[in-house]
């Protein structure tokens, strides 16, 4: 397993997100003309371009290394026993819930202060105002990428992949991970906060255990909840 330096470890590893947001800022005019809510240009812009890189980034590593697979870049192997890891996993998504209810009103403070120069359709958080068939076709999408897709892929390349590789920031690996990965949704950034505090408990555990299994169902599940949850609130 090689190891990443400090400056490629953070540096290189960004620049995706920041193609995200890029694609985010040319289809959501356009789409928001067109009578499409906001969170469907972010949706299609990690379709169009988040996974696509991070596969491409993945197989580029795997040639390098070399591997067989890009399942094979992951050396988070370790297996937990069953009922620990869903125990650790219901665990950290109600714990992520309550972070993300406590720093609403920091978020806002911080969308406020630093960011209210962004057209309000890169910070709006709500489906308000959008026909029922515009708003169903962002969830169920919303359901199926960030529910699923998403999170393994982004998993298995920040956790799976990157996190091992970080071992020249010693004990600090895990926060700089975090942050990295908070920065990363450049999409979002009224949400920086929120992010790095709730995101730091599942990886210092990934960190930790060593069980990629463990990020990939507690993101999926994460998602997947909170994807149903806006189901409940929009479409009742």
């Known amino acids: 397993m090689r190891q990443l330096s400090k400056v490629k470890s953070v540096l290189y590893h960004l620049y995706p997100g920041v ?40 197989f580029q590593a795997k040639k390098k290394e070399p591997r067989k697979t ?12 069953t009922g620990k890891l869903i125990l650790y996993a219901v665990g950290l998504v109600v714990l992520m819930f309550l972070i993300w209810v406590i720093t609403q009103p920091i978020n806002r403070i911080i969308n406020d202060k630093l960011f209210s120069w962004l057209p309000s359709w890169y910070t709006v958080q709500d489906l308000n105002g959008y026909n029922k068939e515009a708003i169903k076709l962002t969830l169920v999408l919303n359901l199926l990428l960030n529910g699923f897709l998403a999170p393994f892929v982004e998993e298995l390349y920040f956790r799976g992949y990157l ?25 979002q950034p009224y949400v920086y906060f929120t992010l790095i505090i709730a995101l730091l408990p599942m990886i210092y555990l990934v960190w ?12 999926c599940m994460l998602n997947i909840v909170g994807a149903l949850l806006s189901f409940g609130l929009v479409l009742k």
Not at 29 to 57: E, F, N, T, W
Not at 71 to 78: F, G, I, R
Not at 208 to 219: C, E, F, M, S
């Open 208 to 219: 930790k255990t060593k069980d990629l299994r463990l990020a990939i169902l507690t993101h």
């Open 19 to 58: 193609l995200i947001a890029l694609c985010f800022i040319i289809l959501t005019p356009l789409l928001v003309r067109h009578k499409y809510p906001p969170q469907l240009g972010s949706l299609l812009a990690i379709i169009i371009v988040a996974i696509p890189l991070l596969i491409v980034h993945l």
């Open 70 to 81: 890009i399942w094979e870049l992951n050396d988070y192997k370790n297996k937990l026993a």
């Open 163 to 187: 996190l091992p590789r970080m071992a020249a920031w010693g004990n600090w690996a895990f926060v700089v991970n975090t942050i990295l990965f908070s920065l990363y949704h450049f999409w």
